[in-house]
């Protein structure tokens, strides 16, 4: 009998599956909390763990007696400790394409609200003294603008059709799809970083966090004065010290940011005290409509590969299969 560990709370629809794989002889345990400790003593008897954002450590690994498949309620996995699954040949799921819209839509909102200064002009009628502000014509149109896409995935490829839709002049970025299949459509690629942040008037960031900043100092100092940034992708793709201090002088208008360096970010965030950044806690991707589809997906994926039906594209580690 198939034992399915469930940690996070999942949409109502993920918990009407599970009901139903109950009456199907599958056991489940189902754990709303989004942390470590409160599923790690449950994983020993887990054939399949679904989770969400919290750590999953080598050490809760280890632990795992029966464990044959980790299927997470997303797309990234920075908290996962693959090399540990991999080291006990356990495959890591992701879900397909089933935010990409959500994440699009959240990305031209920042580009959006950033142009139009909306957190200023919110102000600006909340205190009747500051009703002036208007007159400094800080606000901005997009149409016409040069939008610079990082990573030119699923998210991107949909953000530069919206983009388009606003009479935007779209680029991307993307050196792996440089070196192996650019997607057909009229967004021309960029080769290099430099070239790009020059050319760029917006940009939006759709890739995986990295050993480093991918925007550092240097990077915000070949920018245009003026660039709107949005970043939907992770923290730490981008130097929030660097961020901060190019908002502050203007090398960047405006900011929108849905994903942090610490999570949920401390007290002392560099970034707090600027009103020319829209902030939001980490919720591109978890729309009504995702939140539903990711949590439908999450539950088919490890299911699939128990009974060796998940289609490869799926899994981070493949050679964990073989």
Not at 21 to 28: I, Q
Not at 49 to 78: C, F, N
Not at 101 to 116: D, F, I, N, T
Not at 231 to 258: F, I, K, P, W, Y
């Amino acid at each position: 009998m198939t034992h399915l560990l469930v940690a996070g709370k999942l949409h109502p629809t993920g918990v009407a599956r599970l009901e139903a794989l109950k009456a199907e002889g599958v056991t489940v345990t189902y754990i709303e909390e989004i942390n470590e400790p409160s599923y790690a003593d449950h994983i020993v008897t887990a054939d399949a763990l679904v989770v969400r954002t919290q750590p999953l450590s080598a050490a809760t690994i280890a632990r795992a007696e029966h464990l044959k498949v980790v299927s997470r309620h997303g797309v990234g996995y920075d908290a996962v400790d693959v090399a540990a699954l991999n080291a006990r040949g356990i495959p890591l799921a992701i879900v397909g394409d089933v935010n990409s819209v959500s994440v699009a839509e959240q990305a031209m909102m920042q580009l959006l609200a950033g142009a139009k200064q909306a957190i200023r002009a919110d102000h600006a009628v909340r205190d009747p003294t500051k009703w002036g502000w208007r007159n400094r014509l800080e606000q901005r149109e997009i149409s016409g603008r040069n939008l610079l896409i990082i990573g030119f995935g699923r998210a991107g490829q949909k953000l530069a059709r919206m983009a388009v839709g606003f009479d935007m002049e779209v680029r991307a970025y993307d050196p792996y799809l440089q070196s192996t299949r650019w997607p057909e459509g009229p967004v021309k690629p960029i080769e290099t970083l430099d070239d790009a942040l020059a050319w760029a008037d917006c940009l939006s960031l759709h890739v995986p966090r990295g050993d480093k900043p991918l925007l550092d100092a240097v990077a915000f100092s070949q920018m245009k004065p003026g660039m709107i940034i949005a970043n939907t992708a992770r923290g730490g793709v981008l130097c929030e010290t660097a961020l901060a201090a190019a908002l502050s002088d203007g090398r960047v208008h405006a900011a929108g940011l849905d994903v942090f360096d610490v999570e949920p970010p401390t007290g002392g965030m560099v970034l707090a005290d600027h009103d020319n950044v829209i902030l939001s806690p980490h919720i591109a991707g978890l729309t009504e409509e995702a939140s539903e589809r990711m949590a439908l997906s999450c539950i088919d994926n490890a299911l699939a590969v128990l009974d060796g039906t998940i289609d490869p594209d799926l899994l981070v580690n493949k050679d964990a299969l073989t």
